[in-house]
């Protein structure tokens, strides 16, 4: 089989290329008369999301699972979103020159169709981007906003007033949605109600919990790496207390792809809602 192949194994199997897989789910579509929520990791078997970065400190995506044929299906998912949850600590990490765009889709010519995908849609060129924080201690690089793209920011009311004042003067309303914490469902109204139906979290895994636990995740991709890394302390796609009842997420959808990582290999799931 084609490197640019992969084996469907769920709901069918059949052979299908990488280069539009995701795109075939076709999630505005599922968006199109309420919100719509979803969220991607890629994991190791052993579940590790992100491992000790002994050079900055901090923790960051394990080396051994990234790779370059996930990354083309994350594109995937976010060309197609109206809005891309992030947190402060990317912000922290982009002004850093720590972080890349979200969106690399104008940085690299391998994603030309992504780009004429989302024109062809008539949408903005980029997402906006909506950052979730109680602590708001982060800024709001100017390249973030280039091209008419908004960000916009979420809190408690943990958060200090005067920070709040200094982010509204500088890219407009900052929204508070919680008591001690920023609450999924209020979260989702909230962008619901300024215009956003299709939302993508490229966040962490206390994003995930704060979604799951208030039951507005429709969809979990996961992309796991056939590989075991080990590593303490580690970070897993759910961060947080012990979910009230259990979120049932069906598979969906499951795809074997043996080419990444020098034949180590791969499987894309999809899971969520039916």
């Given at each position: ?5 992969v ?5 069918a ?24 929520v ?33 990354w083309?299906?994350f ?71 280039h091209g ?36 999924g ?26 979604l799951?636990?208030?039951g ?26 012990l ?32």
């Amino acid at each position: 089989m084609s490197a640019s192949y992969v084996t469907q194994l769920f709901p069918a199997q059949e052979i299908r290329p990488l280069e539009g897989l995701y795109l075939a789910h076709e999630l505005r579509r599922a968006a199109a008369d309420q919100p719509f929520v979803y969220a991607n990791f890629v994991t190791s078997l052993d579940g590790r999301i992100a491992v000790p970065d002994p050079m900055k400190g901090g923790m960051k995506a394990p080396p051994n699972v990234t790779n370059a044929r996930d990354w083309r299906l994350f594109q995937e998912l976010a060309i197609q979103a109206d809005l891309i949850i992030t947190t402060g600590r990317y912000l922290r990490d982009y002004a850093a020159g720590k972080a890349q765009e979200i969106l690399r889709v104008y940085d690299d010519p391998r994603f030309a169709d992504l780009v004429a995908w989302r024109a062809g849609q008539g949408l903005s060129p980029q997402p906006d981007l909506v950052v979730v924080s109680s602590t708001l201690d982060f800024p709001v690089p100017d390249a973030l906003t280039h091209g008419g793209r908004h960000v916009i920011i979420v809190t408690d009311h943990r958060a200090d007033a005067a920070r709040i004042h200094a982010l509204e003067a500088q890219v407009g309303r900052v929204y508070v949605a919680g008591e001690e914490r920023v609450g999924g469902d209020v979260f989702v109204r909230l962008m619901a109600d300024l215009g956003y139906r299709l939302i993508y979290s490229a966040a962490g895994p206390k994003i995930a919990h704060m979604l799951l636990e208030d039951g507005v995740l429709d969809r979990l991709y996961l992309t796991q790496v056939c590989r075991v890394l080990g590593a303490t302390p580690f970070s897993s796609i759910v961060d947080g207390p012990l979910l009230d009842a259990p979120v049932d997420l069906p598979l969906l959808s499951l795809a074997y792809d043996p080419h990444a990582l020098d034949g180590v290999g791969q499987l894309f799931g999809c899971y969520g809602r039916r």
